[in-house]
């Protein structure tokens, strides 16, 4: 690491990196995931292994558990009402050697994202509808990640009020 990206506390890209960063996007943390390639942290979200990108806005949760950062990358996948519904892909694990801080980081910049969210309970199951911050936009993105097998009408049947509590909340 040079000495000026140490004196302003930043990292510098670890050599294997498959992606390209935006000019102003700035790397946070990385790791070695195994067999090699890097997972890198950066402002706008999460490099994955492969050299893909996942928005910190489309990450639904991120937990550390059996020395392996498991992520749960949301499909923008139409609207509901104002809102971007989202569908979660199934729990990726991605084991790393040597974390460091990794997986902190990426555990605080999504709940980070996060500016109000709210529980409404359907038949079928129920969805979060979330207000988040979404990395080199202005403003907020309204979202709603309904559980599997919730009713599809009640969900668009309930989302005006609770899209409208939501804006109402502080954040």
Do not use: N, Y
């Amino acid at each position: 690491m040079s000495w000026l990206h140490r004196l302003l506390g930043r990292e510098e890209l670890p050599e294997g990196f498959a992606g390209t960063l935006t000019g102003d996007e700035r790397v946070l943390a990385s790791a070695t995931a195994r067999g090699g390639a890097p997972v890198v942290a950066t402002s706008l979200g999460v490099w994955l292994p492969e050299g893909r990108l996942v928005g910190w806005h489309l990450v639904s949760k991120a937990t550390w558990a059996d020395d392996a950062l498991w992520l749960v990358e949301a499909d923008e996948c139409g609207t509901v009402d104002e809102a971007v519904l989202l569908m979660d892909r199934s729990p990726r694990q991605l084991p790393l050697e040597q974390p460091g801080r990794l997986p902190e980081l990426v555990h605080t910049r999504v709940t980070g994202s996060i500016r109000a969210r709210q529980r409404v309970e359907l038949p079928g199951g129920g969805a979060w509808f979330l207000r988040r911050s979404v990395p080199g936009r202005d403003g907020l993105v309204l979202q709603v990640r309904p559980d599997p097998g919730t009713d599809e009408d009640a969900l668009r049947a309930a989302a005006p009020e609770a899209i409208a509590r939501l804006k109402a909340t502080p954040g």
